[in-house]
């Protein structure tokens, strides 16, 4: 119980002292919750002279209680229940900065199921619960061991009743614990499973419209499992709850017998007498909360369990050094693969400065592979990749991407305006800034016939706008954005043959005084480079211009013939 309260203490982090202060809060209030108990116990003890004075003297305590129990009430949720949000707020942050720094090969669908369940789902229930586990249990044993040092003080038979209640209430508090501990891990296995499930659901859902199948059998089953899991929790520890509520209206009763016994037979006057019979409910009531705070600590952990996994995430290493002025790049003797499937094996090539290199090859050679590595979504397995002649190892990521504009084959578009969505790498971009950016790309003139103009909101994803339209704002996003590198992967792949030859001039403008590097299929893309090369099963086959390379039997030549044939056109 305690060590639940440590943990949530270390999350607080910069807000430790609030915490405290607000556990020493909690203390103050339930003392000031027994001013009721002083009011009524000041009136029993006078009843039989009772006066004036006695009454204005228990309605002075009553209000000054009350009043001291509502300020301090306020100052709990001040310093714990407020603070508990910010304390969550700075968690998701530090998590969605890890997530910036953590190589690609992490964002599997489990991994992402386990993100996506921790940043909503476990988040909200410690947002929702932990400040309130904390101060009901510290309420709880604060206000119990109060009465129960008060029946003490008055009469030891009463005071060792209340402790054995005490205790067997605590032995049954830890069976709770430990039923609905073991009953929580299918429950969270259950729940990441389902987000798993339906977000590869959602990713596939064209898929699944034709063809249906297994995903929809998968998170059938998924949400079945769920829903099974919780009813399991239920009802181990409904069981346990009632079983110990039950425990404590038996001492209760015991507590009521004794008082009355004891009253009968003279051993203290009526006024004490009823005073310890109320006595008897308000220690087990009190027991009570504490139990419900106790109930919850499960379910505390667990997700306590799940942000740490996730804070643990694991993150690529990186330097101090100042991004240099040279923006040549150079791989050395570079290895990579994903688990046991090595991907790109041992290439070296130099990328000089302000020139132009095209990546080409056959369906899964590694291309796209190599610009990740480029970018350090991945860091290589072997080898090294230098920016400036050095390791790019040693540059913070921020600054390293912060050199690079990309545009993906798989465009991704987020929820917001057009504008904010072609500023994102220069979010102090003027208007008139991202207008010539959007010309360079060739979408003004689509952008402008929407609704909202730039200021339209596309969909998540830009599910609004067509493969052609996304990838022209994707350019001129990396346009606007200016860094000296540019990455294009298949930046022309979704555009219209009309557009195309206009979006070559744009990137044709773009990579002047930049370092370009370009993966594409159609060889108008790449005949104008500096330097092509060709990947094969993850090896450098050839490398060369566009004209030394037609010249030569090999990879080159025969992808060339073979796109003149299928799309039925020649350089």
Same mark, same amino acid.
């Given at each position: 119980?305690?060590?639940?309260?440590?943990?949530?203490?270390?999350?607080?982090?910069?807000?430790?002292?609030?915490?405290?202060?607000?556990?020493?809060?909690?203390?103050?209030?339930?003392?000031? $919750?027994?001013?009721?108990?002083?009011?009524?116990?000041?009136?029993?003890?006078?009843?039989?002279?009772?006066?004036?004075?006695?009454?204005?003297?228990?309605?002075?305590?009553?209000?000054?209680?009350?009043?001291?129990?509502?300020?301090?009430?306020?100052?709990?949720?001040?310093? =714990?229940?407020?603070?508990?949000?910010?304390?969550?707020?700075?968690?998701?942050?530090?998590?969605?900065?890890?997530?910036?720094?953590?190589? =690609?090969?992490?964002?599997?669908?489990?991994?992402?199921?386990?993100?996506?369940?921790?940043?909503?789902?476990?988040?909200?229930?410690?947002?929702?619960?932990?400040?309130?586990?904390?101060?009901?249990?510290?309420?709880?044993?604060?206000?119990?061991?109060?009465?129960?040092?008060?029946?003490?003080?008055?009469?030891? &038979?009463?005071?060792?009743? /209340?402790?054995?209640?005490?205790?067997?209430?605590?032995?049954?508090?830890?069976?709770?614990?430990?039923?609905?501990?073991?009953?929580?891990?299918?429950?969270?296995?259950?729940?990441?499973? =389902?987000?798993?499930?339906?977000?590869?659901?959602?990713?596939?859902?064209?898929?699944? $419209?034709?063809?249906?199948?297994?995903?929809?059998?998968?998170?059938?089953?998924?949400?079945?499992?769920?829903?099974?899991?919780?009813?399991?929790?239920?009802?181990?520890?409904?069981?346990?709850?009632?079983?110990?509520?039950?425990?404590?209206?038996?001492?209760?009763?015991?507590?009521?017998?004794?008082?009355?016994?004891?009253?009968?037979?003279?051993?203290?006057?009526?006024?004490?007498? !009823? =005073?310890?019979?109320?006595?008897?409910?308000?220690?087990?009531?009190?027991?009570?909360?504490?139990?419900?705070?106790?109930?919850?600590?499960?379910?505390?952990?667990?997700?306590?369990?799940?942000?740490?996994? !996730?804070?643990? &995430?694991?993150?690529?290493?990186?330097?101090?050094?100042?991004?240099?002025?040279?923006? /040549?790049?150079?791989?050395?003797?570079?290895?990579?693969?994903?688990?046991?499937?090595?991907?790109?094996?041992?290439?070296?090539?130099?990328?000089?400065?302000?020139?132009?290199?095209? #990546?080409?090859?056959?369906?899964?050679?590694?291309?796209?592979?190599?610009?990740?590595?480029?970018?350090?979504?991945?860091?290589?397995?072997?080898?090294?990749?230098?920016?400036?002649?050095?390791?790019?190892?040693?540059?913070?990521?921020?600054?390293?991407?912060?050199?690079?504009?990309?545009?993906?084959?798989?465009?991704?578009?987020?929820?917001?305006?057009?504008?904010?969505? &072609?500023?994102?790498?220069?979010?102090?971009?003027?208007?008139?800034?991202?207008?010539?950016?959007?010309?360079?790309?060739?979408?003004?003139?689509?952008? $402008?016939?929407?609704?909202?103009?730039?200021?339209?909101?596309?969909?998540?994803?830009?599910?609004?706008?067509?493969?052609?339209?996304?990838?022209?704002?994707?350019?001129?996003?990396?346009?606007?954005?200016?860094?000296?590198?540019?990455?294009?992967?298949?930046?022309?792949?979704?555009?219209?043959?009309?557009?195309?030859?206009?979006?070559?001039?744009?990137?044709?403008?773009?990579?002047?005084?930049?370092?370009?590097?370009?993966?594409?299929?159609?060889?108008?893309?790449?005949?104008?480079?500096?330097? #092509?090369?060709?990947?094969?099963?993850?090896?450098?086959?050839?490398?060369?211009?566009?004209?030394?390379?037609?010249?030569?039997?090999?990879?080159?030549?025969?992808?060339?013939?073979?796109?003149?044939?299928?799309?039925?056109?020649?350089?």
């Amino acid at each position: 119980m305690f060590e639940t309260i440590r943990r949530i203490y270390r999350l607080c982090g910069s807000y430790k002292k609030q915490l405290v202060w607000g556990i020493v809060f909690s203390c103050f209030f339930t003392v000031c $919750k027994c001013s009721e108990i002083m009011a009524i116990l000041n009136i029993l003890t006078h009843i039989r002279e009772l006066n004036k004075d006695v009454i204005m003297t228990s309605l002075y305590i009553l209000i000054g209680g009350t009043l001291c129990a509502a300020i301090f009430k306020y100052l709990i949720c001040m310093t =714990m229940t407020a603070n508990g949000y910010k304390v969550f707020c700075e968690k998701r942050i530090k998590i969605g900065d890890l997530l910036k720094h953590s190589p =690609m090969g992490y964002f599997n669908d489990q991994n992402l199921g386990k993100i996506s369940t921790a940043l909503s789902t476990s988040f909200s229930e410690l947002e929702g619960f932990s400040m309130m586990a904390v101060e009901n249990i510290v309420r709880g044993v604060i206000s119990s061991v109060l009465i129960i040092i008060f029946m003490f003080c008055f009469n030891w &038979i009463l005071g060792v009743i /209340s402790v054995v209640g005490l205790a067997l209430s605590s032995i049954m508090l830890k069976i709770i614990r430990k039923s609905s501990a073991k009953a929580i891990p299918r429950r969270e296995k259950a729940k990441q499973n =389902m987000v798993s499930k339906v977000i590869e659901y959602i990713r596939g859902i064209s898929v699944v $419209k034709c063809f249906g199948g297994k995903p929809v059998n998968d998170v059938d089953e998924a949400l079945c499992e769920t829903r099974d899991a919780y009813i399991n929790l239920e009802m181990k520890s409904t069981k346990g709850v009632y079983t110990q509520k039950s425990i404590l209206d038996v001492f209760g009763g015991i507590v009521l017998l004794a008082s009355a016994l004891l009253m009968f037979y003279g051993h203290f006057d009526f006024g004490l007498g !009823v =005073m310890f019979i109320m006595s008897s409910f308000m220690v087990y009531s009190n027991l009570e909360t504490m139990s419900n705070g106790a109930f919850l600590l499960n379910v505390i952990d667990n997700s306590l369990n799940e942000i740490e996994e !996730v804070l643990d &995430i694991p993150t690529m290493s990186e330097g101090n050094d100042s991004i240099p002025s040279d923006d /040549s790049i150079e791989l050395k003797n570079v290895s990579f693969g994903y688990d046991a499937r090595k991907i790109i094996d041992n290439v070296s090539f130099k990328i000089p400065k302000n020139t132009s290199t095209a #990546i080409v090859g056959y369906s899964g050679s590694g291309k796209t592979t190599l610009c990740n590595l480029i970018a350090r979504f991945w860091d290589v397995d072997q080898g090294e990749i230098l920016l400036g002649g050095k390791n790019i190892k040693s540059y913070k990521t921020d600054d390293l991407l912060g050199q690079m504009s990309m545009v993906f084959q798989n465009v991704y578009l987020f929820n917001d305006t057009i504008a904010n969505n &072609i500023k994102f790498g220069k979010p102090d971009a003027s208007q008139e800034e991202i207008e010539a950016a959007a010309k360079k790309a060739c979408c003004h003139d689509f952008i $402008k016939e929407l609704p909202d103009g730039y200021e339209t909101v596309i969909g998540e994803g830009g599910a609004s706008l067509s493969g052609g339209e996304r990838q022209r704002i994707s350019i001129a996003r990396a346009i606007l954005k200016d860094a000296p590198i540019v990455i294009l992967d298949e930046a022309t792949s979704s555009v219209d043959p009309e557009n195309e030859y206009e979006l070559l001039q744009a990137i044709n403008a773009l990579k002047e005084n930049k370092t370009l590097i370009s993966i594409a299929h159609r060889m108008t893309t790449v005949k104008n480079a500096d330097q #092509i090369i060709v990947l094969e099963n993850g090896h450098i086959a050839q490398r060369g211009t566009h004209d030394e390379l037609i010249k030569q039997e090999g990879i080159y030549k025969r992808f060339l013939t073979v796109r003149e044939q299928s799309v039925g056109w020649s350089l």
